[in-house]
């Protein structure tokens, strides 16, 4: 399965990438929700790879992709989409693209975020949905009080956590907030 994040061009594409703000991915300090398509910049010739320090990666093709090309090139590999973005623009035009390309069976999507899922949720009730971290947090105390086999949960797969990717000194987010710091060092323990 690949797992990808997805994010909103200012005229409406949907490309794959991690990040809204450009500096990492491409050098630029940009967003990919303020920019049109053609003037997105291309991608840094060598890239490190985020959960294996020391590890770097290049490609001939250093252009931001499109949703819909991976959806082409990878037509029966199942797909984990992150919506990185609330927004119900990308929403609807990632939905549309898994039903232009009929991946409704084969595609996950949503966000650590509950109302992102729930969005998700109704916008393409056939797309499989990830637990949401509230979710996850409700499957865990009702699991551990017995009640889990009598409640209904619409969400599918769960996602796993790697908290030695999140735990690098690097990552602005983590190092800002100290108990999210905190618990992902909890999860190693």
């Given at each position: 399965m690949l797992e990808i994040?997805?994010?909103?061009?200012?005229d409406?594409?949907?490309?794959?990438?991690?990040?809204?703000?450009?500096?990492?991915?491409?050098?630029?300090n940009i967003k990919i929700s303020n920019t049109l398509l053609k003037d997105l910049p291309l991608i840094k010739a060598v890239l490190p790879v985020d959960f294996h320090p020391g590890r770097?990666?290049?490609?001939?093709?250093?252009?931001?992709p499109l949703l819909r090309d991976v959806f082409q090139e990878f037509p029966s590999i199942p797909i984990n989409i992150d919506i990185k973005e609330e927004n119900d623009r990308l929403i609807k035009a990632v939905s549309d693209l898994v039903r232009e390309n009929q991946r409704e069976d084969i595609t996950?999507?949503?966000n650590f975020r509950h109302t992102t899922v729930k969005k998700c949720q109704n916008e393409n009730p056939d797309i499989h949905t990830l637990f949401?971290?509230?979710?996850?947090?409700?499957l865990t105390l009702t699991f551990n009080i017995g009640l889990l086999p009598f409640l209904p949960i619409k969400e599918q797969f769960l996602e796993i956590l790697l908290p030695a990717a999140f735990l690098r000194k690097d990552k602005e987010f983590f190092t800002a907030n100290k108990k999210w710091r905190f618990l992902l060092w909890l999860m190693e323990k």
């Open positions: 994040d997805c994010q909103l061009t200012k409406g594409y949907v490309v794959v990438a991690h990040d809204n703000n450009l500096q990492r991915l491409t050098g630029q770097e990666v290049q490609g001939s093709d250093r252009r931001i996950v999507w949503g949401s971290l509230r979710a996850v947090v409700f």
